[in-house]
């Protein structure tokens, strides 16, 4: 079955840096354009950045553009988040997230497969 899981998680202050990654198995990865999203509790989940097939073209919510980069590895299964210049306003669970459009989508709902979430916290 198709599998999602993200590591890299923890604590940093305000001003640091975290990468998270995101190891796929189950399904064709190079077929599906990948996403980040992000959720704190009671609020709905906020699309953080989208990716292409082969990573050729890329996409980022408001909040993080200039600071997180998205990158993936087809060779590797694998989809990674570099995040920097961390705020307090960046803490929340961090999902991967994988949609079989052709065109990468900040809506959630347009996205099949998810993983399990990662929790990024961030301390003034």
């Known amino acids: 079955q198709v599998q999602l899981k ?17 190891a796929a198995s ?13 959720q704190v509790s009671g609020m709905e989940r906020e ?17 993080v553009k200039g600071r997180f980069t998205i990158s993936r590895d087809n060779a590797k299964n694998s989809l990674d988040l570099q995040m920097n210049s961390l705020t307090p306003e960046d803490t929340a669970v961090y999902y991967c997230a994988a949609t079989a459009r ?3 989508s900040p809506k959630s709902y347009d996205y099949r497969y998810w993983g399990q979430g990662t929790q990024v916290t961030v301390s003034s």
């Open 26 to 38: 189950g399904l064709a990865f190079s077929s599906y354009v990948m996403g980040w999203f992000r």
């Open 102 to 104: 052709e065109e990468i």
């Open 47 to 63: 699309f953080v950045a989208g990716i292409s097939w082969i990573g050729s073209s890329t996409y980022y919510g408001d909040s």
């Open 6 to 22: 993200e590591s890299g998680g923890g604590l940093v202050q305000a001003g640091g840096s975290l990468r998270l990654s995101c």
